[in-house]
Structures are given as C-alpha cells and as structure tokens.
C-alpha cells in the first residue's frame, strides 16, 4: 500500500496469486479426500456385496437345513411308524412262528427218514451197479454173437422196407396212370367223338415233338412263353368257324389245366365250345338290345 492508503495493482496480484495458491492447495487437499472417500466408498461396496452373497447363501443354507431338518423329521415319523407297524406284525407273527417251528421239527424228522432211506437206496444202487458192471462183462465176451443177430435182424427189415416201398410206388403208380387216363377219357368224350379224339392225339404227339425240338432250337427264349400246335390250333378254329385267332388264343389260355403253358387239342377244344357260345350270348343280348331301341 502506498502512503495514502491505496492498494497497488502488484500488491492485489500478489494477494490474489496467495488466496488462489491457497485455495488450489485446499482443493487438492479436498480432490485427495474425495478420492479417499471415493476408494472407501468402493471398498465398502465390495464388502457389502460380499456381506449380501454371505447373507444369501447363509439364507440358502438355512433353507436346506431347514428342508433336512424337516425331512429327517418325516423319516423319523415313518420309522416310529415302521418300528410300531413291526411291534404289531410280531405280536401278530409269534404265533405263526411258533406253527412253523413245528412245522420244522417234523420235517426235520421228515427228512431224516428220507435220508436212511436214500442210504438204502445207494446200497441197492452199489449192489446194481455191481450187477451190471458183471452183466457188460458177460455182454463183451458175447458181443460178436449179438452183433451178428443185429446185422440180420437189420437186413430182414430193409428187405421188407424195400419190398413194401416197391409195392406201395407201384400200386401209387397204376392209380396215377389210371386217374390220369379217366380225366383225359372224360375231357375228351364231352366235346368230341372217338375218331376226332383219335386225330387229335395223333396231332398232339407230332406238335408236342416239334415243341421240344423249336425249344431246344431256341434255347434262348423266355421259358414263360405260351406254346400251342399250329396244325392242332388251325383245325379247332376251321371245325367251330372261329376267325379272330389272337382273341381265341388269349381266352383259351384260361383253360390251361395242367398250367404247363401249352395249349393241349384237349384244352383248345373246350376254349373253342366256351367261346362259340360266349359269341353267341353276345350276340342274342346285342340283337335284344336293338330290337328294344
């Protein structure tokens, strides 16, 4: 300050630099605090979340002791209840006990009797085992004797196996033969007369050569393809006036008895009676049909 008592602008610098050096000085001071407060802060968060965690598994703890304490107390009830059910099933049982001890007792002399017994038993199985260890002794020295009555007595049952098998295919054979001619006698006499069926026959053998020699030509055909006599097939459709020669074919196929696939004189002759009169109930029921209209 001067003599008259004014403040010079360095004294007010040098004032102001002091307040704000000092003011500067006391808030670092007080950032420094803050910082402590601030990490205190922290640090007392932490230890509050690890005191909330503690606090929650103690809860949880407690909760599982809890349900334990309660469990142990319902397995303590059902073991009292247990151990009373097992008193009574015992008063209730001693009787029963008392039954079966008997019961053991005459068993047990039961058994001891079916023990001596088997003692005896094993004696008389000792004395038979004997016996027939004397008895297989005997049976060696005499074998060869059996052996050979075996061997006869073998080959005079073969003889008549043999025998009565011969018999039996032959008597198998005839009604074979025999029930095989009177179907063809039978299939033939209903459609024609001896001297066609004789023709026919005649026909069929020639065709059936000529089948067998066609497939061993052609040994690469289907073995599935259909076979008939040209000869055979052609005198059938000429003797019952039948034109359409692939319709006929395929309805005669249907009266392939033996399913060998080929059409015998026999089958066609009665495919050819069936659809002459099919034809003609074809025709009646057009003709009908028409005249109705």
């Given at each position: 300050?001067?003599?008259?008592?004014?403040?010079?602008?360095?004294?007010?610098?040098?004032?102001?630099?002091?307040?704000?050096?000092?003011?500067?000085?006391?808030?670092?001071?007080?950032?420094?605090?803050?910082?402590?407060?601030?990490?205190?802060?922290?640090?007392?968060?932490?230890?509050?979340?690890?005191?909330?965690?503690?606090?929650?598994?103690?809860?949880?703890?407690?909760?599982?002791?809890?349900?334990?304490?309660?469990?142990?107390?319902?397995?303590?009830?059902?073991?009292?209840?247990?151990?009373?059910?097992?008193?009574?099933?015992?008063?209730?049982?001693?009787?029963?006990?008392?039954?079966?001890?008997?019961?053991?007792?005459?068993?047990?002399?039961?058994?001891?009797?079916?023990?001596?017994?088997?003692?005896?038993?094993?004696?008389?199985?000792?004395?038979?085992?004997?016996?027939?260890?004397?008895?297989?002794?005997?049976?060696?020295?005499?074998?060869?004797?059996?052996?050979?009555?075996?061997?006869?007595?073998?080959?005079?049952?073969?003889?008549?196996?043999?025998?009565?098998?011969?018999?039996r295919e032959s008597q198998h054979m005839n009604r074979a033969i025999t029930d095989r001619m009177d179907e063809l006698v039978e299939a033939r006499a209903a459609e024609m007369t001896l001297e066609e069926?004789?023709?026919?026959?005649?026909?069929?053998?020639?065709?059936?050569?000529?089948?067998?020699?066609?497939?061993?030509?052609?040994?690469?055909?289907?073995?599935?393809?259909?076979?008939?006599?040209?000869?055979?097939?052609?005198?059938?459709?000429?003797?019952?006036?039948?034109?359409?020669?692939?319709?006929?074919?395929?309805?005669?196929?249907?009266?392939?008895?033996?399913?060998?696939?080929?059409?015998?004189?026999?089958?066609?002759?009665?495919?050819?009676?069936?659809?002459?009169?099919?034809?003609?109930?074809e025709e009646s029921s057009a003709e009908d049909t028409s005249e109705d209209q």
């Amino acid at each position: 300050m001067s003599e008259n008592g004014t403040i010079t602008p360095e004294t007010q610098i040098k004032d102001l630099t002091e307040r704000l050096e000092s003011e500067t000085e006391r808030l670092l001071k007080l950032y420094a605090a803050y910082e402590q407060q601030e990490k205190e802060l922290l640090d007392t968060k932490a230890e509050v979340e690890v005191l909330e965690k503690e606090i929650v598994d103690r809860e949880i703890e407690k909760e599982g002791l809890q349900a334990l304490l309660a469990e142990k107390d319902a397995r303590m009830r059902d073991i009292e209840l247990k151990a009373s059910k097992t008193g009574k099933q015992v008063e209730h049982l001693e009787p029963e006990l008392q039954k079966m001890e008997e019961k053991f007792a005459r068993e047990k002399d039961r058994l001891g009797k079916v023990f001596s017994i088997a003692e005896e038993l094993d004696n008389d199985l000792r004395l038979a085992v004997v016996e027939l260890q004397s008895r297989d002794g005997w049976y060696m020295e005499h074998m060869s004797l059996f052996e050979d009555l075996n061997k006869a007595i073998k080959l005079r049952y073969e003889m008549i196996e043999k025998a009565v098998e011969a018999e039996r295919e032959s008597q198998h054979m005839n009604r074979a033969i025999t029930d095989r001619m009177d179907e063809l006698v039978e299939a033939r006499a209903a459609e024609m007369t001896l001297e066609e069926a004789s023709e026919i026959d005649a026909t069929e053998s020639a065709s059936v050569a000529e089948a067998t020699e066609e497939a061993g030509d052609d040994g690469d055909e289907e073995d599935d393809e259909w076979k008939w006599s040209e000869s055979v097939l052609e005198g059938v459709m000429s003797k019952n006036g039948i034109t359409d020669r692939d319709a006929f074919i395929e309805f005669a196929k249907l009266y392939d008895m033996d399913g060998n696939r080929y059409l015998k004189g026999s089958e066609l002759g009665a495919a050819a009676a069936e659809f002459i009169a099919q034809n003609q109930s074809e025709e009646s029921s057009a003709e009908d049909t028409s005249e109705d209209q």
